[in-house]
């Protein structure tokens, strides 16, 4: 193993080392490494990246949302009832389809 020298200048990697603090300039940056953008370079970044941060929501999207909110907020339905009975009507041979309101479901749920 080899050993560290205390006495060895550092890298200027960290920044508070002794040669990272010789060349800080007496604005307290080190003007070598560091590069600000321009005002004007700034406001131009700002007006072409501007319209890219916004998100917008479709409106079916936040229809979709309240739908499914009031879905979800409404009384569980039960159907259990019903389809017995019409199952003992089908296995009994008495059930009658009304074809007239059948076709008007199907009609409506074309158009």
Known sequence: MSKVDPNASRSSFFPRSKT???KIGTNGLNSGYIQRNEPKRIKELNHSTGSHAKVEIPSAVRDFAKIKKAVDQAPEVDNSEKIAR??????????????????????????
Do not use: M, R
């Open 20 to 22: 990272a603090k010789s």
């Open 86 to 111: 019409l199952k003992e009507q089908i296995n009994a041979g008495t059930y009658k389809v009304d074809y007239d309101s059948l076709a008007d479901k199907i009609l409506s749920s074309e158009f």
